[in-house]
């Protein structure tokens, strides 16, 4: 569809223009009368403006040039801004289709020369759905995920975070208790924080360690898959429970595939939230934005790099549009 407004003396000469210009099925939208331009309009000279539509592309008019902007043209101008937009958040690592629509929600006033700070303003209300934000604590935070993501590590630094902040004891819960080793690392960072810190090696000491052990209460998890029958039970027991919140925890760096599949793989856990770590090491989470999105699971903590506590951050929808747009968050704003 071709868009033209067109100004003169009278309203027949700006049919004929129209017809001239668009032929006979142009369509007129609107005429009124307006001031005319020039000398004419000083003297309080009045002519038509006419805007017309047609299917065809119009033909240049070498006879009356129109010095006034063609709607066409202004509308090409507003889809050259959406493309820049798009440009910046396909940079920024997000898959074409979610910028674009992204870029389409920018405030129209604002699109042209858009700035950082606007796009992460757009970036911050579109991606609302995904962030958990500051939410306080469920009484039971269990922790999933496959092995050496960053589970044990995630938990060391909340929990260091909240004594340092608010001098809160969230207390520790390890049901990892198959490997040698994994249990007292958690049980060291106890010690180290003063939590109140059990184990559980069998599913009856888990279901009892989550009804004695104070709450707020961090459940640290085996790194294997709830396929195992140990594990399975474990999730049967927590999935009995209405006072519990599961944290799937996702390397930064995994493709939007692979994290598909974990989503699978840890659906008996029924997680609800999702920890990025190694952010220090992923060149964007734009694809995990867009699988998070289809899924609607919101993000709850960054994990930024190895060290307890400062390296982890709660997301927010500003904290998540700053690390988009590659703007990290430096120290503790958990
Ligand atoms: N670079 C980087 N390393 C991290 C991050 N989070 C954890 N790590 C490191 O990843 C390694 C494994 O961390 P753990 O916390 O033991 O991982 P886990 O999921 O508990 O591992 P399993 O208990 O074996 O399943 C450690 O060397 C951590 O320091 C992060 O955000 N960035
Ligand atoms: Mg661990």
Sequence with gaps: MHLKRYRRATLKDALRAVREELGPDALVLSTREVTATGVRGLMGGREIELTAAAERPMVPDTRHSDPEPVIAARRSRSDRAIDQITARLEAAGLPTDLAREIAKSHPVTRRRGADTDSIKETLARELSAIVAGDEPYAPIEVFVGPPGVGKTTTIAKIAAQERARRG???????????????????????????????????????????????????????????????????????????????????????????????????????????????????????????????????????????????????????????????????????
């Design 168 to 334: 809160q004891r969230l207390a520790l819960l390890g049901a990892d208790g198959f490997r040698v080793g994994a249990i007292e690392q958690l049980r060291l960072y106890a010690d180290i924080l003063g939590a109140q810190f059990s184990a559980a090696r069998t599913p009856d000491e888990f279901a009892r360690a989550l009804d004695q052990t104070a709450h707020p209460l961090l459940v640290d998890t085996a790194g294997r898959s709830p396929s195992d029958d140990v594990a399975k039970e474990m999730f049967r027991a927590l999935g009995t429970r209405t006072n519990v919140r599961t944290h799937l925890v996702i390397p930064a760096t995994t493709s939007a595939r692979s994290a598909e599949r974990l989503f699978e793989r840890f659906a008996d856990a029924r997680p609800t939230r999702v920890v990025l770590t190694r952010l220090d090491e992923a060149d964007t989470i734009g694809p995990l934005v867009n699988v998070l999105l289809a899924r609607q699971v919101p993000l709850s903590f960054f994990g930024t790099g190895q060290n307890v506590p400062v390296d982890l951050h709660r997301v927010t929808a500003p904290v998540l549009a700053d690390w988009l747009m590659g703007e990290m968050v430096q120290g503790a704003v958990a």
